[in-house]
């Protein structure tokens, strides 16, 4: 049964007085890939189990179109689910399983055999129809549990941190997968993940959320580029968040100060001058040069290693002076890039990523430019 939309109007859970998730408002529309992004306990997987019908509401309403859903029980719902473990029967088949979902809605014999030939053909398959669960590899066994969720037609496809217990390399396979099946097939698809790279590489939008409410709902470009709050931006990959205290305005701009180093930055929110704040800067972002020179970007001159081209005219240096010295303690290879942690001469650790080869012990000075670097109010989670 398809659907143009799902709404879930001010859905909360409560266990025991404690607030779960509070007022989740989302509207899905057909055809859409959501993930819910967040770390553990921040309420996403007590969000899917509302949408499912697995956990009941303590407020709120979830609503298919124009008919109300959650006061129906979770079989009448039409989802197929994918959960962490697999969930498979070890003593089935391969083809047993897919197929047990389709034989409890007693769909006729020969509609079942097409269906499930068609589902392990979607999943690459066919060979190990035969084959128990405990046959199979961790991923051909997940192949299984979303074949089982496909073959029942349904109106939304529900995913509970399905690559979790995937090495790495299976875990890019399967996002391929993943996403190759949502959209050859129409799904709609809602996903939790604590991954940020595997929510911005599958999802049309990421909803974020933090202590069971939500921070943020966006595009993957929107959240990795725009993060409304340092809350979102420590989850989009800033992993360099600096409690600072805000100074003056510098045109659309903020000033903060950094270890006697004047910063500006671009402010999120209003921070007023004298206001607790955190400036963010990711990795890539952060400029390296040598021991009292300029800093540079990391890897080709004028472009910041994963953005966009510096504009003719922009300063080099946003840093005041030569920018901010530190000294090299990791370097850690990973492929055309290094992953580096300098700490500061006041003993702050700052991670950059470039196409640089600095060695442990070096002196370096860093910098960035203003636009890159992001100036939150303290407080900033909702």
């Given at each position: 049964?398809?659907?143009?939309?799902?709404?879930?109007?001010?859905?909360?859970?409560?266990?025991?007085?404690?607030?779960?998730?509070?007022?989740?408002?989302?509207?899905?529309?057909?055809?859409?890939?959501?993930?819910?992004?967040?770390?553990?306990?921040?309420?996403?997987?007590?969000?899917?189990?509302?949408?499912?019908?697995?956990?009941?509401?303590?407020?709120?309403?979830?609503?298919?179109?124009?008919?109300?859903?959650?006061?129906?029980?979770?079989?009448?719902?039409?989802?197929?689910?994918?959960?962490?473990?697999?969930?498979?029967?070890?003593?089935?088949?391969?083809?047993?399983?897919?197929?047990?979902?389709?034989?409890?809605?007693?769909?006729?014999?020969?509609?079942?055999?097409?269906?499930?030939?068609?589902?392990?053909?979607?999943?690459?398959?066919?060979?190990?129809?035969?084959?128990?669960?405990?046959?199979?590899?961790?991923?051909?066994?997940?192949?299984?549990?979303?074949?089982?969720?496909?073959?029942?037609?349904?109106?939304?496809?529900?995913?509970?941190?399905?690559?979790?217990?995937?090495?790495?390399?299976?875990?890019?396979?399967?996002?391929?997968?993943?996403?190759?099946?949502?959209?050859?097939?129409?799904?709609?698809?809602?996903?939790?993940?604590?991954?940020?790279?595997?929510?911005?590489?599958?999802?049309?939008?990421?909803?974020?959320?933090?202590?069971?409410?939500?921070?943020?709902?966006?595009?993957?470009?929107?959240?990795?580029?725009?993060?409304?709050?340092?809350?979102?931006?420590?989850?989009?990959?800033?992993?360099?968040?600096?409690?600072?205290?805000?100074?003056?305005?510098?045109?659309?701009?903020?000033?903060?100060?950094?270890?006697?180093?004047?910063?500006?930055?671009?402010?999120?929110?209003?921070?007023?001058p004298g206001d607790e704040v955190i400036a963010g800067i990711r990795p890539e972002d952060l400029r390296i040069g040598p021991a009292g020179g300029p800093g540079v970007?990391?890897?080709?001159?004028?472009?910041?290693?994963?953005?966009?081209?510096?504009?003719?005219?922009?300063?080099?240096?946003?840093?005041?002076?030569?920018?901010?010295?530190?000294?090299?303690e990791v370097v850690e290879y990973q492929g055309r890039e290094v992953a580096v942690e300098a700490r500061t001469d006041g003993g702050v650790a700052l991670n950059l990523?470039?196409?640089?080869?600095?060695?442990?012990?070096?002196?370096?000075?860093?910098?960035?430019?203003?636009?890159?670097?992001?100036?939150?109010?303290?407080?900033?989670?909702?």
């Open positions: 049964m398809s659907f143009e939309t799902l709404r879930l109007d001010g859905v909360s859970r409560s266990f025991g007085g404690h607030e779960a998730l509070a007022g989740l408002d989302l509207t899905i529309k057909r055809g859409e890939f959501i993930a819910l992004l967040g770390p553990s306990g921040c309420g996403k997987s007590t969000a899917l189990n509302c949408l499912a019908g697995l956990l009941p509401l303590t407020r709120g309403s979830i609503w298919q179109d124009g008919a109300r859903l959650d006061v129906l029980p979770p079989e009448r719902r039409g989802f197929g689910m994918v959960f962490q473990n697999y969930a498979l029967f070890p003593h089935l088949s391969v083809r047993k399983n897919i197929a047990f979902g389709l034989q409890m809605r007693r769909v006729p014999r020969a509609e079942i055999r097409r269906r499930v030939d068609e589902a392990l053909r979607l999943v690459h398959l066919e060979e190990h129809a035969g084959k128990l669960p405990g046959q199979l590899s961790g991923g051909q066994q997940q192949r299984v549990a979303i074949a089982r969720a496909v073959v029942l037609e349904p109106a939304l496809v529900l995913m509970d941190e399905p690559l979790s217990n995937l090495d790495a390399k299976l875990r890019l396979e399967m996002r391929t997968e993943i996403r190759r099946l949502h959209q050859s097939l129409g799904l709609t698809t809602v996903y939790v993940t604590h991954d940020q790279e595997e929510a911005l590489s599958l999802a049309d939008r990421l909803v974020v959320l933090r202590a069971g409410r939500v921070q943020q709902i966006g595009t993957p470009e929107q959240l990795h580029t725009e993060p409304a709050n340092w809350h979102v931006a420590d989850f989009m990959g800033y992993r360099n968040l600096l409690p600072l205290r805000a100074g003056p305005r510098d045109g659309t701009g903020i000033v903060v100060e950094f270890e006697g180093h004047r910063l500006t930055g671009t402010p999120v929110g209003d921070p007023a970007p990391a890897g080709s001159p004028g472009v910041a290693a994963g953005g966009p081209e510096v504009a003719a005219g922009s300063p080099e240096v946003p840093v005041g002076g030569a920018g901010v010295p530190a000294t090299v990523r470039t196409t640089d080869r600095p060695a442990i012990g070096d002196r370096i000075t860093v910098s960035v430019e203003p636009r890159r670097l992001l100036v939150f109010p303290a407080g900033g989670a909702t």
